[in-house]
């Protein structure tokens, strides 16, 4: 089992920054991957960006170049730190590890672009 807890979000006004953080605990050697997605109200849930144990990243296209997924093993922590929002990434982000036996997600945190 992998539990994960996300804090970091709120409210911002556009152009504003904020960081994410993800601290899994558990048995977190079974992790390949970890990343975050969102969802917006009445819209499918959407992969933001993640980060393979190697170290590789990718990015969805509407956020590249404005944030960026780090990871910190030493404190099982995995980072999201999203600068120019804007409000159309208003929406709830989870973090997610995934498994060979299954994906985790996290409870969730709101983050709100204020126009």
């Known amino acids: 089992q992998v539990q994960l807890v996300e804090s970091g979000g709120g409210l911002v006004q556009a152009g504003g920054s904020l960081r994410l953080s993800c601290a899994a605990s558990g048995n977190i050697f079974s992790i390949n991957a970890m990343g975050w997605y969102r969802q917006a109200p009445g819209k499918q849930r959407e992969l933001v960006a993640a980060?393979?144990?190697?170290?590789?990243?990718n990015y969805a296209d509407s956020v590249k170049g404005r944030f960026t997924i780090s990871r910190d093993n030493a404190k099982n922590t995995v980072y999201l730190q999203m600068n120019s929002l804007k409000p159309e990434d208003t929406a709830v982000y989870y973090c997610?590890?995934?498994?060979?036996?299954?994906?985790?997600w996290g409870q969730g945190t709101q983050v709100t672009v204020s126009s």
């Open positions: 980060i393979a144990s190697g170290g590789s990243t």
């Open positions: 997610a590890a995934d498994t060979v036996r299954r994906k985790y």
